[in-house]
């Protein structure tokens, strides 16, 4: 039943996949040079299962999403205090490369503009500018679960066109945040810049801290529950630039765009999700990877404020009542990324059945998303030959905006049974 989820994504892309509003990023001319359609989205649910839609195999630089993982490594390093004296943590309301500091304590204003990336690449321990980018680039990889390369071409374009950032860098110098010679931090941070990443490599890395530091599929904790925490923090409030405050409202997930039209956003807890288009808007956000983003949180519910308790929905208990039925007991909440792993346990098993029930007599809550997964249920277990019922005695399935119709809904696990037994041609029974 993954393909119930595939075809939500498949939509939600298609829908955007003729939006050509925006421009490259030419003021790298490296970056000026890419195709332009280039359009990727891939989630990753926090046990490491991913869904691909689009140009989800090409390859682009990370540019700026790169930030919130050298922070990261900057805090696990070093930790908090010794980082916070170098690098703020409050909006900044400017453009992401502005020539500026706080005004009070001279220091960047946040680590996801230039003046505290270019911080925070100081800040990671290493003798050589060759052992800091090592130790940067590692990181990153743990993050992404495979070894990443680096785009050469983008990194000898970025240091040819670089005067801003040197600028910059030699302001921090100036302020005294930055402790080495400036341009050899430039260095480094011109390199993790020209990191080459997919947009399935971005929802990893963002499953990877929605998972508080544990890589999902190979169980390595690469940062600190504390340190992810605060990287999320950061990336709420200050990750999409200028533009936060409307991305927080519509779509609400802790974030990081880059110029190369790169976007990681994470839903603590749940999934990652990866988008890549470079056509970018004036404030330096990818234009498609923006409403894509919208439309994955509005038909998803994925807003982490729909998340303000406990939302994971999970398998209370999975048993055969008789040969060739299967009762899937749930309990909690039903949203996106719970309902998910629900029907893709059904899916998995599906060869050990013949009739799945869903009990949700301690289900607490359910959202659309859900609702529409559930309704879809039905359709693919019919469609391999099975059945599919639910035991929903409170109707929280149901609703009246809904579209399609959900699998058969029955009061109680008897009345389930009995109509199992029908289909199977064996007598119907009244024992639970």
Known sequence: MAELVQRMLDQIRAEHADN??????????????????????????????????????????????????????ALECLGMEAVDAKIGVEPSGEAFNEISVDKTTKIPKNPMINAGAIAAASLVPGATADDRFDRIHEFYSTFAGRELAVDHDVYNSEQASGSRNRAIAYMLQSFGVLDGDPDEILDVYFRQCSIKVTSTDLARMAATLARGGVEPVTGRRVASA?????????????????????????????????????????????????????????????????????????????????????????????????????????????????????????DGERDEFEVA?????????????????FAGMRESLVAAGKEGFVVDPDRVVEASHTEGAVARVFGTLEEALGAAGNERGAPAESGG
Request: charged share 20%; net charge negative; glycine share 12%.
């Open 20 to 73: 050509d509003d925006g421009k490259l990023a030419d003021y790298i001319p490296e970056l000026d040079r890419v195709d332009p359609s280039g359009f990727g989205l891939s989630l990753s649910i926090a046990d490491g299962y991913v869904y691909e839609s689009g140009d989800t195999a090409t390859e682009f630089t990370i540019q700026s999403v790169s930030k919130p993982f050298t922070y990261a490594l």
């Open 226 to 346: 504390a340190v992810v925490q605060r990287t999320l923090s950061v990336m709420i409030t200050c990750g999409m630039y200028d533009a936060t405050g409307d991305w927080v409202s519509a779509v609400g997930m802790p974030a990081k765009s880059g110029v190369g039209g790169g976007i990681a956003a994470v839903l603590p807890g749940q999934l990652g999700i990866g988008v890549y288009s470079p056509l970018l808007d004036a404030k330096g956000n990818s234009v498609r990877g923006v409403a894509v983003c919208r439309g994955l949180s509005a038909n998803l519910g994925l807003h982490f404020l729909s998340h303000t308790r406990e939302s994971r929905s999970t398998i209370r208990n999975a048993y055969d009542v008789r040969p060739g039925v299967r009762v899937f007991e749930l309990h909690g909440d039903l949203l996106f990324a719970g309902a998910e792993q629900v029907l893709r346990r059904v």
């Open 357 to 373: 029930i869903l009990e949700l007599s301690r289900v607490d809550d359910i959202d659309d998303a859900a609702r529409r997964m």
